[in-house]
């Protein structure tokens, strides 16, 4: 989330090429879907949040992370 955009995978493969070193420590943590939502002030990251799920999700139903 280095732009500050809301990630949302339903299964590790949803995950960037680039997020690789992401994908391996979350196998590693046995966490396979989930969300990260960015905070902001002022137009600068403040910090997220994050949820994580042990299983693959068939995907998130429309709108339930927002727009």
Known sequence: AQRGE???FSRL???PAEAEQDRRALAALQ???GVVVPFFSEGQVLGAA???LEAEQEGWSPGFWGP
Do not use: E, Q, Y
């Open 6 to 8: 809301k990630i949302v």
């Open 13 to 15: 493969s949803d995950l």
């Open 50 to 52: 994050s949820f994580g």
């Open 31 to 33: 966490i396979a879907a």
